[in-house]
Nanobody, 126 residues
Framework: QVQLVESGGGLVQAGGSLGLSCAASGRTFSSYGMGWFRQAPGKEREFVAGLRWSDNWPRYADSVKGRFTISGDSARNTVYLQMNSLKPEDTAVYYC???????????????????WGQGTQVTVSS
């Protein structure tokens, strides 16, 4: 069984920075890409950023462009999210996800990913 484990969440003031990490463990598997989603209380889970392994091509939600950077290591199925200039509206549980089915990853829909982490809380105070 594959497990994705996130780390690095926490509390930060507006304007600050946080870095998230996600690593896969368990049985060996290959993915076409990995990504990050987030879910704020009372809201649907939304796409934040994704990374395609074949050419390291990143994709970002408009709300985080210029502030967040996704990077990773395909050999280790590990992905990172560096979050700068954080805003209170970035407060959410952040989920790591992996796509083992779509060679044109990274998608931006929940259904594009077949492995998910448990999530890590990010809280940005004003």
């Amino acid at each position: 069984q594959v497990q994705l484990v996130e780390s690095g969440g926490g509390l930060v003031q507006a304007g600050g920075s946080l870095g998230l990490s996600c690593a896969a463990s368990g049985r060996t598997f290959s993915s076409y890409g990995m990504g990050w989603f987030r879910q704020a209380p009372g809201k649907e889970r939304e796409f934040v950023a994704g990374l395609r392994w074949s050419d390291n091509w990143p994709r970002y939600a408009d709300s985080v462009k210029g502030r967040f950077t996704i990077s990773g290591d395909s050999a280790r199925n590990t992905v990172y999210l560096q979050m700068n200039s954080l805003k209170p509206e970035d407060t959410a549980v952040y989920y790591c996800a992996a796509d083992s089915r779509n060679r044109y990853s990274p998608g931006s829909a929940y259904s594009d990913y077949d492995y998910w982490g448990q999530g890590t809380q990010v809280t940005v105070s004003s």
